[in-house]
């Protein structure tokens, strides 16, 4: 009971999260958009309650309508991301020991530099965007479930029950989905939750440094750049939206260790 606890309550959170942000993208009354001069820098009150940025637009709106940027998106990738690894794993562990060399040596070269950089690079040549970084992230990141799956699919299929499987005729694509796959998905669901964090904080770093999401885009990072200059007369700008990424952070990292605890 303990071990499952590990995991419902950090889920829960971020279902109450998330209920919050829809409520809040249906209902709210400001643009996120819309300038306002006469409202700028203003403090968290009754009106606004996370308080207005330097062109009077309404924090709590612009952090409602970014989330999906922030979260969903990436969330996309990453699920791209682990679908193409886990395909790639699979095949490399599966389909003869040439295929594996081939794929064993794409990914090692793509291992051989790390990934912020990686996605640094492509953002660079694609030029910046929200979308640029997003693909480039999913063309890096990719390789870490292929070769986690693939470790563990040699592994796995030099086990007992995929010997008898295999004396019965079961081969190919029907080996992968009866027993392969089966066997690596709660692996693959510990390591995406746990990327979740780290994809995260990657994309909104490349949006403070001018790479991610452009303005007015509503990206968390953005709005982090967009109070770093008024950090000091108006620190709710920045620090709002810093506190926000940190809690989702965080509620994955928990959720990705609960998994891995209950198991």
Same mark, same amino acid.
């Given at each position: 009971?303990?071990?499952? #606890?590990?995991?419902?309550?950090?889920?829960?959170?971020?279902? @109450? &999260?998330?209920? =919050?942000? !829809?409520? $809040? /993208? %249906?209902?709210?009354?400001?643009?996120?958009?819309?300038?306002?001069?006469?409202?700028?820098?203003?403090?968290?009150?009754?009106?606004?309650?996370?308080?207005?940025?330097?062109?009077?637009?309404?924090?709590?709106?612009?952090?409602?309508?970014?989330?999906?940027?922030?979260?969903?998106?990436?969330?996309?990738?990453?699920?791209?991301?682990?679908?193409?690894?886990?395909?790639?794993?699979?095949?490399?562990?599966?389909?003869?020991?040439?295929?594996?060399?081939?794929?064993? #040596?794409?990914?090692?070269?793509?291992?051989?530099?790390?990934? @912020? &950089?990686?996605? =640094?690079? !492509?953002? $660079? /040549? %694609?030029?910046?965007?929200?979308?640029?970084?997003?693909?480039?992230?999913?063309?890096?990141?990719?390789?870490?479930?292929?070769?986690?799956?693939?470790?563990?699919?040699?592994?796995?299929?030099?086990?007992?029950?995929?010997?008898?499987?295999?004396?019965?005729?079961?081969?190919?694509?029907?080996?992968?989905?009866?027993?392969?796959?089966?066997?690596?998905?709660?692996?693959?669901?510990?390591?995406?939750?746990?990327?979740?964090?780290?994809?995260?904080?990657?994309?909104?770093?490349?949006?403070?440094?001018?790479?991610?999401?452009?303005?007015? &885009?509503?990206?968390?990072?953005?709005?982090?750049?967009?109070?770093?200059?008024?950090?000091?007369?108006?620190?709710?700008?920045?620090?709002?939206?810093?506190?926000?990424?940190?809690?989702?952070?965080?509620?994955?990292?928990?959720?990705?260790?609960?998994?891995?605890?209950?198991?």
């Amino acid at each position: 009971m303990m071990k499952k #606890a590990a995991w419902i309550l950090p889920i829960t959170c971020f279902i @109450l &999260l998330i209920f =919050v942000i !829809i409520i $809040g /993208i %249906l209902f709210t009354p400001y643009n996120p958009y819309e300038v306002n001069a006469s409202e700028k820098l203003q403090p968290p009150n009754s009106l606004h309650w996370f308080g207005t940025d330097h062109l009077g637009r309404d924090i709590l709106t612009r952090l409602v309508i970014g989330a999906p940027y922030t979260l969903l998106f990436p969330a996309i990738v990453l699920i791209l991301s682990s679908i193409l690894g886990t395909f790639f794993g699979l095949i490399s562990s599966l389909w003869g020991r040439k295929i594996d060399t081939i794929m064993t #040596a794409i990914m090692d070269s793509f291992s051989s530099i790390p990934n @912020l &950089l990686f996605v =640094v690079a !492509i953002t $660079g /040549i %694609l030029g910046p965007g929200l979308v640029n970084t997003l693909v480039a992230v999913l063309i890096s990141w990719w390789v870490q479930y292929a070769r986690i799956v693939r470790n563990v699919s040699v592994v796995i299929r030099n086990q007992p029950f995929i010997l008898a499987a295999q004396l019965s005729g079961t081969f190919g694509i029907k080996l992968i989905y009866r027993h392969l796959l089966p066997n690596t998905l709660p692996l693959i669901r510990e390591l995406f939750f746990l990327d979740m964090g780290t994809i995260i904080l990657m994309i909104s770093s490349l949006s403070f440094l001018g790479l991610g999401a452009q303005p007015p &885009l509503p990206e968390w990072g953005g709005m982090i750049l967009d109070g770093k200059s008024y950090f000091q007369i108006a620190p709710w700008i920045t620090l709002i939206p810093a506190s926000c990424i940190t809690i989702f952070v965080m509620l994955f990292y928990f959720i990705g260790k609960g998994l891995k605890v209950s198991d």
